[in-house]
């Protein structure tokens, strides 16, 4: 049986919002530090939501993409002050702009990335054909 879209969007929707709370849940518990990885932190926020902003975008393909930037960035802002009340984790204006940074990137990655349910659905390179 071939998934339907309404199947699809409900799909992107629920993976978007299980990775907004991942991430939540993971910028508020205590991290433990993994000796010998030598990651920059401050490109992982970046990535993180690089990831949100784009998932959003894909889930919720009606919604203004500049108001879903603005929440993406206003969350990472506003976990980043959450974290200033946790005795394990800090606050870091650094941090608080990659996220930023992060939903400003995904926002431009999905700008020029097609989004997925008109790939699966209605793709130019099968001719108008769908992939399901």
């Not at 603005?70 to 802002?77: E, L, T």
């Not at 608080?96 to 790939?119: D, F, K, S, Y």
Request: overall charge positive.
């Amino acid at each position: 049986m071939r998934p339907t879209r309404h199947t699809l969007i409900f799909f992107l929707r629920a993976c978007a919002w299980a990775y907004l709370i991942f991430l939540t849940v993971v910028s508020l518990v205590r991290v433990p530090e993994v000796v010998g990885l030598n990651f920059n932190d401050l490109f992982l926020h970046c990535v993180a939501y690089g990831l949100l902003m784009w998932g959003f975008m894909q889930a919720h393909e009606s919604v203004n993409r500049l108001v879903l930037m603005g929440a993406c960035a206003g969350w990472g802002v506003l976990l980043e002050v959450a974290q200033s009340f946790t005795p394990y984790r800090t606050f870091e204006l650094a941090d608080m702009l990659a996220n930023a940074a992060g939903a400003v990137l995904g926002w431009g990655v999905g700008r020029i990335h097609r989004p997925v349910l008109q790939i699966l659905f209605r793709s130019r390179v099968t001719g108008g054909r769908s992939l399901l």
